[in-house]
């Protein structure tokens, strides 16, 4: 017999929700919320869809997030089995988004149906912010909720994310934050020519060689307890004409800091143009900050985590600050306490994307626990 969250989850793989394309996952969702007594609220932003549904009238609100979108499956013939037709083969759900991140969802709405049936008076207010713009450019999101919440004079005092976070056993680790991240787009400018003539031209590739090492080497910082070092990585380089015989006007670079709390935005922007400044080079630099790190000590949220994963799995997890972005990002700035719990992150972004079965109903007996510990009256 299919458990509650393994069908729940076969039904959202079904649905090709590739960024930003909703289709139908989250009225799905909300269909099964509003049997519960759950008020939904719709929420479109330009082309997104969002879905912010909650239970109760007062008090501190616990809420679950997550998005219905998935990354493109790439070449569907490199899969096993058709990405967007849920199969369970020796005790593993494969589909595109059953770890990143369908799974979660089915485990978080069928662990509300548990709660809501086992503690229909419980105390404050448990709700769901989902969305289909994550894996995307998250413009039109959770950024656009929370800022429509908060608008609202509404405040969410803890918020479970249900990224996958997990490494070798569900459970093992818990993110309680993230490292900031910030995107950079650089040009050099040279002088076009014939390779023959290299004392006409200027070459940018070679002219930014230098200043590409010393940003690669550069120590930004220690990191501390919580963060690692941050790092700088060039993601792109594209230069040239397509000819073999033509030095390239220009050079555009793009790169990416995953800093920790040690620096500032503002920092790493002045050390990013002073090294280039002192090599001389003529160019246009801009940044888009994609977050701020985030991070949420022991207290009441880490605490109703930590605890339901040794309840349910029997041992103490990790918690971890490593890996990238996430829309938690998005909630932390408002004051809000944010953990990220989810199955194991192998397989994300993979062909052959899946998650145990064993795996979703743990996971589910967890999120059913982390409501208690913070929702069911004291007794």
């Known amino acids: 017999m299919t458990s509650p969250t393994l069908a729940l989850a076969e039904q959202l793989i079904a649905r090709p929700s590739v960024t930003p394309d909703d289709q139908g996952c989250q009225q799905l969702m909300a269909e099964r919320l509003g049997e519960l007594g759950f ?31 998935v990354v493109p499956t790439g070449d569907d013939s490199h899969w096993t089995f058709p990405p967007f037709e849920p199969t369970v083969h020796e005790g593993f759900l494969f589909g595109r988004g059953a770890a990143d991140m369908k799974g979660s969802l089915a485990a978080m709405v069928v662990a509300a149906e548990r709660f809501i049936r086992d503690v229909p008076e419980h105390q404050g207010r448990l709700a769901f912010l989902i969305t289909s713009d994550e894996e995307g450019d998250a413009y039109h999101g959770t950024e656009k909720v929370v800022q429509w919440l908060t608008d609202k004079g509404e405040q969410i005092q803890w918020a479970v994310v249900g990224e996958p976070s997990s490494t070798d ?8 934050g993230r490292r900031g991240s910030m995107l950079g787009y650089l040009t050099i400018k040279g002088v076009q020519g014939h390779v023959a003539y290299p004392h006409l031209a200027k070459n940018p590739v ?40 033509v030095i390239p006007g220009t050079a555009n670079i793009k790169c990416s800091f995953r800093f920790s709390t040690e620096v ?14 002192a090599h001389d080079l003529d160019y246009d630099l801009e940044f888009e900050v994609k977050g701020q790190p985030f991070l949420t000590e022991r207290g009441a949220l880490v605490q109703a985590a930590t605890q339901a994963v040794k309840d349910v799995r029997g041992f103490e997890t990790v918690l971890s600050t490593a890996g990238g972005t996430s829309d938690g990002r998005f909630i932390a700035p408002t004051g809000a306490q944010v953990v990220e719990l989810g199955p194991i992150n192998a397989t994300i972004h993979k062909v052959n994307e899946c998650v145990r079965v064993d795996d979703l109903e743990k996971l589910t007996d967890m999120y059913y626990n982390i409501m208690v510990n913070l929702l069911a009256p004291q007794r």
């Not at 969002?50 to 009238?57: A, E, I, R, T």
């Open 206 to 245: 070679h002219l930014v060689a230098p200043a590409i090492a010393a940003l690669s080497t550069e120590v930004w910082d220690e990191g501390n307890d919580f963060f690692p070092a941050t790092s700088f990585q060039i993601s792109n380089i594209q230069s040239g004409t397509g000819a073999t015989n």
């Open 264 to 277: 500032t935005v503002e920092q790493l922007q002045a050390r990013t143009r002073a090294i280039l400044d």
């Open 39 to 69: 008020t939904n609220q719709p929420l479109r932003f330009e082309d997104v869809d969002n879905l912010w549904s909650v239970h109760g009238d007062s008090g501190p609100l616990l809420v679950f997030a997550g998005h219905t979108d």
């Open 169 to 176: 056993e569900v459970g093992d680790v818990i993110k309680n």
